[in-house]
């Protein structure tokens, strides 16, 4: 079945960077764009950023623009997600989720990664 | 941005009952809505699409309706499982998701 594993989160102080990796199987990474996806305690979640089949086109939520980059390596099944300027409001478990189109359209989210938790402390 | 405001906040209902979840938009997003349900722990799940459109799987039991601004998921006969969180999420515009709904199932 499908899967999703992302791995890279922890705890970084505030200002610092982190890296996720999300690693895919059971389906055929390259035919599909993938999205990151964050849920502070608590509260619903926030989509973060997509990038299509190829890696060609991405998209940012406003807040992370500017300090977040989706990337992905189809040779891999993975998909990165690197996190600058990190502050306490980007704690939360961070998803990423496969999308039910190759190219960035309007499409729901499809299978879901467990997750990885990322801490900014002050 | 798209915005969207889910009420209530949280529901508490007994099994067998029906409910009604809102969702608004603050703007018109046509039908591009879906409804997710998370359980404690768990990653949200897809219900619904295109507004009405129920994903292979889901029980019959839920169903969605709505368009433009305003949009409802209907859950008859509550079962103890569906003890869970509702998001709703427009796609017409990039993603945004609503708050959420909480359902405690008695």
């Known amino acids: 079945q499908e899967q999703l594993v992302q791995s890279g989160g922890g705890v970084v102080q505030s200002g610092g960077s982190l890296t996720l990796s999300c690693t895919a199987s059971?389906?055929?990474?390259?035919?599909?764009?993938i999205h990151w996806v964050r849920q502070a305690p608590g509260k619903g979640p926030e989509w973060v950023a997509i990038?299509?089949?190829?890696?060609?086109?991405?998209y940012y939520a406003d807040f992370v623009k500017g300090r977040f980059t989706i990337s992905r390596d189809n040779s891999k099944n993975t998909v990165y997600l690197q996190m600058r300027r990190l502050s306490a409001d980007d704690t939360g478990i961070y998803y990423c989720?496969?999308?039910?189109?190759?190219?960035?359209?309007?499409?729901?989210?499809?299978?879901w990664g467990l997750g990885t938790r990322v801490t900014v402390s002050s | 941005d798209i915005q969207m405001t889910q009420s209530p906040s949280t529901l508490s209902a007994y099994v067998g009952d029906s409910v009604t979840l809102s969702c608004r938009a603050s703007?018109?997003?046509?039908?591009?809505l879906a409804w997710y349900q998370q359980k404690p722990g768990e990653a949200p799940k897809v219900l619904i699409s295109?507004?009405?459109t129920l994903e292979t799987g889901v029980p019959s039991r839920f169903s969605g309706s709505g368009s433009g601004t305003d949009f409802t998921l209907t859950i008859t006969g509550l079962q103890p499982e569906d003890s869970a969180t509702y998001f709703c999420?427009?796609?017409?515009?990039?993603?945004?998701f609503g708050g959420g709904t909480k359902l405690e199932v008695k």
């Open positions: 989720v496969k999308h039910r189109l190759a190219v960035t359209a309007r499409a729901v989210f499809d299978s």
């Open positions: 059971g389906f055929i990474f390259s035919d599909f764009a």
């Open positions: 990038t299509s089949y190829d890696g060609s086109s991405s």
């Open positions: 703007q018109s997003i046509s039908k591009w």
């Open positions: 295109q507004a009405s």
């Open positions: 999420q427009q796609y017409f515009l990039l993603w945004t």
